[in-house]
């Protein structure tokens, strides 16, 4: 694997270029606007500057990794690609076009990852003229700082292309867990249900939303609390995760709650708003 294909520009896209780059891989980060690609350079130059600050004392931190990432809004600039992670809007039908067109477009033997929470990898492999090439990978945010992704095996995957992408991870420093194909796979299949049950106790008047957080923070010794979670995922990815796992299961443990709706249509969304359950 020499060069990295990086598809969508956002804080999940920005996050794989920078890990890649930093451990000397080549890496070209596509997004449909130029204005996103501008943005994204710069916070990514932020992501790099951080990290050289926060772990200088675990070793040396590659002060050119930003060097490493070029940036297009021409799918094209993939045609001799190895591995591309795709990270786009979690939309099938944005998806859909996104495939189709880079299925003329790469080539044969380049490995195809879908950075998706709940979208099925058998369902996007079908689009593709080498199923048995594509394979999901749910990276965590931020990725530089979270080493563990599930690998999603879809019904079309090779053991081929499991076993590459393993060692892809392996080369800069992460590791995969392998799954298989299931709306919400195991993280969010568990955590969306944790997450919406929160906000329903939210809901409900249960406790404020400081005191559902300090419940899992320091009862459970949790990182984080399922609302300051939701804030940084964002509320609209999250309403979006929870209804396709509802739909898909057809089970109403999935309903989502409607304070969380509520909130959506409000466009209190969480960190990227300025406000959710918590103000930023």
Same mark, same amino acid.
């Not at 606007?33 to 790099?48: F, G, Y």
């Not at 003329?104 to 380049?110: C, G, H, L, N, P």
């Not at 990898?121 to 749910?138: A, C, D, F, Q, W």
């Not at 009862?219 to 964002?234: Q, R």
């Given at each position: ?5 990086? &598809? ?15 451990? @000397?891989?080549?890496?070209? =980060? ?13 916070? /990514? ?5 951080? @990290? ?31 591995? /591309?992670?795709?990270? /786009? ?69 090779? @053991?081929? #292309?499991?076993?590459?992408? =393993? ?9 995969? &867990?392998?799954?298989?194909? #299931? ?7 568990? =955590? ?19 005191? &559902? ?6 009862? $459970? ?30 089970? #109403? ?19 990227? #708003?300025?406000?959710?359950? $918590?103000?930023?």
């Amino acid at each position: 694997m020499k060069k990295i294909g990086v &598809i969508g520009a956002g804080i999940m896209g920005q996050g794989v270029a920078y890990q890649f780059a930093k451990f @000397d891989y080549e890496v070209c =980060l596509i997004d449909i606007s130029q204005e996103v690609l501008d943005d994204s350079k710069n916070k /990514i130059r932020n992501i790099s500057r951080l @990290d050289m600050l926060v772990n200088r004392e675990k070793g040396p931190i590659n002060p050119t990794a930003t060097d490493n990432i070029r940036y297009s809004t021409d799918l094209r600039d993939l045609a001799d690609a190895d591995f /591309i992670v795709e990270n /786009i809007i979690e939309n099938v039908d944005a998806k859909t076009k996104v495939y189709q067109e880079l299925s003329e477009i790469i080539q044969t033997t380049a490995k195809v990852v879908v950075n998706t929470s709940c979208i099925t990898i058998t369902r996007i492999g079908s689009l593709m003229k080498h199923p048995e090439n594509v394979l999901g990978i749910h990276f965590m945010n931020p990725v530089h700082m979270r080493p563990t992704v599930e690998v999603i095996r879809g019904v079309y995957t090779s @053991d081929e #292309s499991i076993e590459t992408a =393993l060692k892809t991870l392996e080369s800069v420093n992460m590791n995969g &867990i392998v799954v298989n194909d #299931s709306p919400g796979f195991v993280s969010n299949r568990v =955590l969306m249900l944790t997450v919406n049950e929160a906000i329903f106790a939210l809901q409900d008047r249960v406790a404020d939303a400081e005191s &559902i957080d300090r419940i899992h923070k320091e009862c $459970f010794g949790h990182t984080m609390g399922p609302l300051e979670t939701a804030d940084l995922i964002g509320l609209d990815t999250i309403l979006y995760s929870v209804e396709v796992l509802y739909h898909s299961f057809n089970d #109403s443990k999935y309903r989502p709650a409607p304070l969380l709706k509520q909130m959506v249509d409000a466009g209190k969304l969480g960190r990227k #708003s300025g406000e959710g359950f $918590f103000k930023y």
